[in-house]
């Protein structure tokens, strides 16, 4: 059944429309490559009963003629997303247990239009981090190699689990979330496409929260096509978070396939950084080339701030972390470690059930917003931050969307950069503006570099403009017929 | 503003986190190492720079103060580490 796990999301759609197969059977499919798939440590949990009984469902709806549009779908969940029901960790020992009594409000809209769960996906602990080693669950592996070689790459971070499975084709898309990259850098490292939306196009209530002004949920897909699919689905204003937009949401995937001519697109040169592989540089002027041709006008532009962007992303998300983290307290649900009095039961539960990088970052946050600090720090990042956006409102006076490079670099080895947090951290530095702006960002496969992986561009589009997105990016990824797939080695 | 060990002490407690002595040396080094790349912030003019709060220029959405939801106690309590009844089982907050 290997030909039913190859096909786009938009084609298993059709197939289950014209009744080629039945979202059983390609359910089934799904579930087996999963298990077949478990050297990738892809997902932290399995539910294939509950796939079975979802695709049953939803075959019996399309009988009845009553198919949603997603209806039939086998997908995969990142760890994040609170599923009724089903066991939710964050990939952190501190919720080890953890099971839902509600559903987040983007994977009730992806059940309503009919998708069906194949389970829960890796990710780095509470999304903190670039590369999946955080995970209490232990590291994704990247079912990318290099040519030749069979060192174990990482996928990216924190949506790692999402991006390998898709990748690998163990699910036809997966949901994720990026407060700094955590979609489109992943998506960069296994040649999938991610979006992040405008902030506010999906509701947050219901996943597992790091830093509340700049979470944002979106797909990870193998097509443009299939990530607008997606996105139209989980989008949408919800009034249980009140930071979610009243707004209506497009249907993205009616904007892949149109005409980009005329459109003005911004080339930010502070994006060209010290180190840069020749190849990405390389890759970007392809991209720019391809632009040309479908009959944009390219613009430089500058967004001066761009090197501030990391320094103060790295104050604003742990000052978040540390209060929304601050939750975790061994009492209502989750670890507790009991100690000698209450004040020891919190110190020794947190101890134990936060992973070193997340004490890290609750440890900065609490630096960062304790008396004294928070002027010199707390408050100089919030201006900072106001200054990107300020760039970006400039930039956009003058172009309709930037294309920069994704990650500075292909999909690095386990281990690398693990000893050296601002190593890591530098990962995002071409992400991180756009959360920080609250504007939605598609990172799209591109080529590969001279050991084969793939590498990413991204395109970055005005506050609710994503259908601008979904048209460059169907233009780009039509030029570069990007056709890679990682070979099947577990 | 080097973070030296008793800081990291400090924070720790603030944070509820319990760090043993041993590893705060090398907390320290870490966390002076991130401050230290973050000082580059101070390179920026900010004078006059309303902080950014909210990626969102819209004003936070009012509702009617009632009740939306609710009667859900089981619910509520089917992740305690501990219970009895219906109640959540903490230790002992005033002495």
């Not at chain 1, 060192?151 to 990026?178: E, H, I, K, Q, Y």
């Not at chain 1, 994006?271 to 391809?290: F, H, K, N, S, T």
């Not at chain 1, 990042?381 to 930039?395: C, M, N, P, S």
Request: net charge negative; aromatic share 8%.
């Amino acid at each position: 059944m290997s030909g039913l796990t190859d096909l786009t999301l938009k084609a298993a759609l059709d197939g289950l429309a014209s009744k080629a197969f039945s979202s059983e059977e390609i359910t089934r499919a799904h579930v087996e490559a999963v298990e077949a798939a478990r050297a990738l440590n892809a997902f932290v949990l399995e539910t294939p009963d509950k796939a079975i009984d979802m695709a049953k469902a939803a075959d019996a709806r399309r009988a009845r003629g009553e198919a949603g549009p997603l209806d039939g779908a086998p997908i995969g969940i990142k760890d994040l997303f609170c599923t009724e029901g089903v066991r939710t960790t964050a990939c952190s020992d501190i919720l080890g247990s953890f099971v839902p009594p509600y559903e987040s409000t983007v994977t009730a809209n992806l059940w309503r239009d009919g998708a069906v769960m194949l389970g829960k996906l890796n990710l780095d602990q509470f999304a903190m981090g670039s590369s999946n080693e955080t995970s209490c669950f232990g590291p994704v592996v990247n079912p990318w190699r290099k040519a030749g070689g069979n060192a174990d790459l990482t996928p990216g971070g924190s949506s790692g689990g999402s991006a390998a499975a898709v990748a690998a084709r163990l699910c036809l898309g997966a949901t994720a979330t990026d407060t700094g990259g955590s979609i489109r850098q992943p998506a960069a490292f296994t040649g999938t496409v991610g979006i992040k939306p405008t902030y506010g196009r999906c509701s947050r209530w219901g996943i597992v929260a790091f830093a509340s002004s700049l979470d944002q949920a979106g797909p990870i897909a193998r097509t443009v096509e299939d990530a607008a699919i997606l996105l139209t689905s989980m989008a949408g204003h919800d009034p249980k978070d009140s930071t979610s937009l009243p707004v209506d949401t497009p249907d993205f995937a009616s904007f892949v396939g149109k005409s980009v001519k005329g459109l003005r697109i911004g080339v930010p040169k502070e994006y060209r950084v010290d180190g840069m592989p020749a190849e990405i540089d390389a890759l970007w002027e392809q991209g720019i080339a391809w632009l040309k041709d479908a009959g944009c006008e390219i613009v430089e532009v500058s967004l001066p701030h761009t090197k501030y962007a990391l320094p103060a992303y790295y104050i604003v998300a742990p000052a978040e972390a540390s209060s929304n983290l601050a939750r975790y307290d061994g009492m209502r649900y989750g670890l507790r470690v009991d100690g000698a009095n209450l004040t020891e039961t919190y110190e020794k539960t947190r101890a134990a059930g936060f992973g070193e990088e997340v004490k890290r970052r609750i440890l900065i946050g609490a630096y960062v917003l304790s008396a004294g600090y928070y002027d010199a720090y707390y408050l100089k990042a919030l201006k900072v931050r106001r200054r990107i956006a300020e760039d970006f409102d400039a930039a956009f006076g003058k172009v309709d969307a930037l294309l920069t490079p994704t990650a500075p670099s292909a999909a690095f080895a386990l281990g690398d950069k693990s000893d050296d947090p601002v190593a890591m951290y530098l990962n995002d530095i071409f992400t991180v503006t756009v959360n920080l702006a609250g504007l939605p960002g598609m990172s799209l496969p591109a080529g590969t570099d001279k050991s084969g992986l793939p590498l990413g561009l991204q395109l970055i589009g005005r506050a609710l403009d994503e259908g601008t997105l979904f048209s460059l990016g169907g233009a780009l990824e039509k030029a570069a017929n990007f056709q890679g797939r990682a070979e099947r080695w577990w | 503003m080097a973070i030296d060990v008793a800081t990291v002490r400090k924070v720790a407690r603030l944070a509820r986190i319990a760090e043993p002595e041993e590893r705060l040396a090398s907390l320290a080094d870490e966390l002076n190492g991130i401050i230290a790349w973050i000082e580059q912030l101070n390179e920026v003019d900010t004078d006059g720079v309303e902080p950014m709060t909210s990626a969102e220029a819209v004003a936070l959405p009012m509702r009617e103060d009632v009740v939306t939801d609710g009667g859900s106690a089981e619910k509520v309590l089917a992740n305690a580490p501990k219970r009895a009844g219906g109640f959540f089982v903490v230790p002992k907050v005033v002495e």
